[in-house]
């Protein structure tokens, strides 16, 4: 069981809150708990003071509730404990719900932020929660992983003068009352359109659109290569940071909302996807950057070497962490994990909970370029994970039985920019030095995994192997249409749930005969000189429910 | 949810399950497996597509009872669920247009190498297929692949057929000449052996490796092997190489990264039905 930290009250942590000048920030934390307002209960509004702009801002961030570093680096249970409803709405007190909120502009899917957090800090979550779930389909997610610190929270007004708004904070508290209160929240099915339409791919992109089609009465049904459906929530992301049973939630409710989801079904092989495209009305493909990249280095094929992409799916999708599970994993007492994005922080936080004694993160930049989410580092930093900066590896060091002995590296000074805007790093001559390491795991990001795609000569890719859209996210194929991080490149998840959005929307307008065709042309057009009106089509009659390809009973999963 | 439709003992641990599998048995082609999970809890492991009755909806799997995994799966009973079999997966056999093939087959290597030999025969390839196993209980597919062509039995202990190992009865065929390719499926000293035999003779070799796997759809990277010292993903890329340019050493060696894990796995399994058995005599003594 996840522990509260004792003794002192998360407020009171705060260092701004403990200064003796913010004196009054006491006043409305005392309002705050002389209310008992409970929205937990029945999400009712309870009727509360309003407060003035000055009062407002005199509440200072509250801080999450988390599991002490020491405790939680010893376990796989989730770190934030998530604010209390009151913690909740003193934060909610402190947003100025601005006439022109730059928060809004910060969010990729433009959730109306100011708007949900109204309701909450009226009491009333339970319009919060209607509010918020109208713009974002899985908010229980986004409130855990996005990254807000460049996003919503960056352009923030409250953060130009201290601490931003939580909205992170907030957006979890109201998406898990949700969760736990489906039942106050409206539902009701809509009326069947008689169209089919399948989604290649269970991750943030495909899910979101599966939801947002089911809503308007299309047949849905995911395919999904692996035994679960999650894509990156489920095998990526581990629990302690994103719970399983929350993505496993998301996805009850999707199967309740009539969507059928088909399990280990590998698109390119078990079908095809012009196969799909046959029987099904539309098809979203929506399968991730699943490729692992390596270092070619020597020593990557001695046993110890792991990519992340293994390591974290064997630990979180085959329960690898737990000692009775019947996939294994080597638990190194020294791991050394190259990279320095979320895949890097959560790899090495992994290897610490299953008993690293030294758990180091190589980065060829310095702390100031690590582009994982700033709360991942921080918490990263508590549980005594060693960072060794401005490192290069160049070579594993092997044992004569073939296991790892150590990660030989040089150290890099940072030149001038590159293309990304990060300064390059320049490796220093006869720098070398070598950190032990029995494990090493290769966090350096993720491709294009070509199983579908080589399998669909008539999809139009990019130099680097992504799918290429138009703007209403249509392939070259008529039909299909395509988002998340198999057009993007590896990216976010909050990017891919926009991407499932805006897809869903335009199949629907496809479905209606209301989308102008596709300005991607197909390979096969451009090579046989033909005019791109090869690849236009308007969308074909409502076909009878897709016997041969979709499995007799998919399953919820 | 696979149901198994029928069970049959081939050897002391070689078992065949037929479990039903419609879509995969209507597609799949030879060379190509499964990755099987028998339910919540369990291991992915990747089993080769042994026969396919596209009619009945149903596909063969030959399993070698080697460890938890495997001891879990032939426990199953006629009536009994895999509960996810995905796939087909792999590379097809690039199979020969005419001429004549060897397919040589170790152990439950032999069941890999039959749908092979039987496609080729089916093209009018003609097929010489030597099999070989400990003594005469452990030698499988004989009858099988008499259908496909002539078969040589090699046994350890000379109880049945040939006496000695499929690589000396391989020898023999390739010094009569005549050979266009040769199918090498078992363990990997056996594929080993047979690739360093044929070298000599330029025939080209196909070996089928039995790399570590999780996903099978090349996410991982764990199934990596080396190929005239490139790595390839045996999943995606293979199962099948040229077994001239395999590094045997690397995959022998990745095979033992688990070894312990697996010991102890095995170890437990063995007593958690000790534990079982012991409580149902109580139980009927009672
Ligand atoms: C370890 C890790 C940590 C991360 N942390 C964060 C974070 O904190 N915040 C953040 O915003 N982003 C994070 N990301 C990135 C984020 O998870 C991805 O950008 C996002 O999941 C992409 O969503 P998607 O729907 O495009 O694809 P995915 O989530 O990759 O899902 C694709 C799905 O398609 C399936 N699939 C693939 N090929 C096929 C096929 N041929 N047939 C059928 N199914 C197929 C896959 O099995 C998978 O289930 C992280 C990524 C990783 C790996
Ligand atoms: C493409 C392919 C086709 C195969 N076809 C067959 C087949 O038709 N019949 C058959 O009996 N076996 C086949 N195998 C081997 C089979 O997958 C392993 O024997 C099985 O996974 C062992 O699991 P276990 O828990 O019973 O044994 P363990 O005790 O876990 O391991 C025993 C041996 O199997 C290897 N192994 C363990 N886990 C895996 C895994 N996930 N993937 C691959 N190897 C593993 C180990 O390295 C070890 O050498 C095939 C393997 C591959 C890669
Ligand atoms: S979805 Fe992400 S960026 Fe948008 S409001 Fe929520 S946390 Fe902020
Ligand atoms: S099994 Fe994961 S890449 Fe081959």
């Known amino acids: ?557 | 949810m696979h149901p198994i439709v029928e069970k049959t003992q081939l050897s002391p641990n070689v078992t065949r399950l037929v479990v039903t599998a419609s879509r995969i048995a209507e597609i799949r082609r030879p060379g190509q497996f499964v990755i099987v999970r028998l339910g919540p809890g369990a291991e992915r492991i990747p089993l080769t597509i042994a026969d396919a009755d596209p009619a009945a909806g149903t596909i063969s799997l030959v399993i070698q009872a080697i460890g938890k995994s495997t001891e879990d799966l032939v426990a199953l009973e006629v009536g009994g669920v895999i509960q996810d079999v995905a796939g087909p997966l792999g590379k097809p056999t690039e199979l020969l247009e005419s001429g004549h093939a060897v397919c040589v087959g170790g152990g439950v290597g032999t069941a890999v190498v039959y749908p092979i030999a039987q496609a080729l025969h089916d093209r009018g390839v003609r097929v010489t297929s030597i099999i070989g196993g400990r003594s005469r209980e452990w030698v499988i597919f004989e009858e099988e692949l008499r259908r496909a062509g002539d078969v040589i039995v090699c046994t350890d202990d000379g109880s049945y057929g040939r006496h000695g190992f499929v690589t000396e009865a391989l020898k023999d065929v390739c010094e009569a000449g005549g050979i266009d390719e040769v199918f090498a499926v078992g363990p990997v000293p056996m594929m080993r052996a047979c690739s360093e035999l044929t070298r000599p003779y330029g025939i080209r070799t196909t070996v089928s490796l039995n790399a570590i796997m999780v996903d099978g759809t090349g996410m991982c990277g764990g199934c990596r092997v080396s190929i005239d010292g490139r790595n390839q993903y045996a999943c995606v890329d293979g199962p099948e190489f040229d077994g001239h340019q395999v590094d045997f050493k690397l995959l022998a060696d990745r095979l033992t990264t688990y070894r312990e894990f697996e010991q102890d796995a095995l170890r437990r399994r063995h007593e958690e039905l000790l534990r079982l058995a012991e409580a149902r005599q109580l139980a009927e003594a009672h």
Request: proline share 8%; aromatic share 4%.
């Open chain 1, 1 to 557: 069981m996840p522990e509260m930290p004792t003794g002192e009250t998360p407020a009171a942590r705060d260092p701004e809150a403990a200064s003796p000048t913010s004196g009054p920030a006491g006043g409305p934390a005392a309002r705050a708990s002389a209310t008992p307002a409970d929205p937990g209960a029945t999400g009712a509004p309870a009727p509360r003071p309003v407060l003035t702009k000055k009062e407002r801002m005199q509440i200072q961030r509250q801080l999450m509730p988390e599991q002490l570093a020491e405790i939680r680096a010893g376990n796989f249970g989730e770190v934030n404990l998530g604010l209390t409803e009151q913690l909740a709405i003193l934060e909610a007190e402190r947003c100025l719900v601005c006439p022109k909120p730059y928060c809004i502009d910060g969010c990729p899917v433009r959730v109306n932020i100011p708007k949900f957090i109204g309701h909450l800090m009226e009491g009333d979550v339970r319009s919060a929660a209607i509010s918020l779930l109208d713009d974002n389909a899985l908010p229980c997610v986004t409130g855990r992983v996005c990254p807000q610190e460049t996003q919503c929270e960056a352009v923030c007004l409250r953060g130009k003068t201290g601490k931003p708004v939580g909205i992170g904070y907030l957006e979890r508290y109201v998406a898990d009352w949700a969760m736990e209160h489906r039942d106050l929240l409206p539902a009701g099915r809509p009326a069947a359109s008689g169209r089919t339409v399948a989604i290649v791919g269970s991750g943030p992109a495909g899910l979101t659109a599966a939801g947002e089609l089911a809503k308007r009465g299309h047949a849905v049904t995911v395919f999904e290569a692996f035994h679960a459906a999650g894509g990156v929530l489920l095998y990526g992301i581990p629990e302690f940071r994103l719970p399983k049973d929350i993505v496993q939630a998301e996805v009850d409710r999707l199967v309740a909302a009539g969507v059928a989801i088909a399990p280990d079904s590998i698109i390119g092989k078990t079908y095809t996807l012009p196969e799909l495209r046959e029987q099904f009305d539309a098809v979203f493909v929506a399968v991730g950057a699943g490729l692992p990249i390596f270092m070619n280095i020597p020593g990557e094929n001695l046993k110890g070497v792991y990519s992340a992409n293994e390591y974290l799916t064997r630990v979180n999708l085959m329960g690898a962490w737990n000692p009775e599970s019947d996939t294994p994993i080597l638990k190194g007492k020294r791991v050394a994990v190259v990279g320095g994005g979320n895949v890097a922080m959560d790899a090495v936080r992994t290897a610490r909970r299953l008993g690293a004694d030294e758990a180091a993160i190589v980065y060829r930049r310095s702390r100031a370029e690590l582009p994982a989410r700033a709360e991942e580092v921080h918490h990263a930093e508590q549980e005594e994970i060693h960072f060794e900066f401005l490192t290069v590896p160049v070579r594993i060091v092997g044992d004569d039985q073939g296991w790892v002995a150590g990660l030989e590296c040089v150290r890099t000074e940072l030149g001038e920019p590159d293309a990304s805007g990060r300064r390059r790093p320049i490796k220093i001559d006869g720098s070398e030095f070598v950190i032990p390491a029995d494990i090493v795991i290769v966090a350096l990001g993720t491709r294009n995994n070509p199983l579908l795609t080589s399998t669909s000569p008539d999809l139009r890719l990019n130099e680097w192997g992504y799918i290429q859209v138009d703007d209403n996210l249509q392939t070259s194929m008529p039909g299909v249409f395509s988002g998340g991080d198999i057009v993007r490149g590896a990216a976010t998840v909050i990017l891919a749930m926009g991407d499932g959005k805006r897809a869903a929307a335009s199949i629907d307008a496809y479905l209606r005969g209301e989308l102008p065709p596709s300005t991607v042309t197909s390979p096969r057009a451009t090579e046989a000189g033909e005019s791109t009106e090869a690849s236009a089509g308007a969308p074909r009659p409502a076909v009878e429910p897709a016997a041969k390809v979709a499995p007799a009973a998919p399953t919820a999963v």
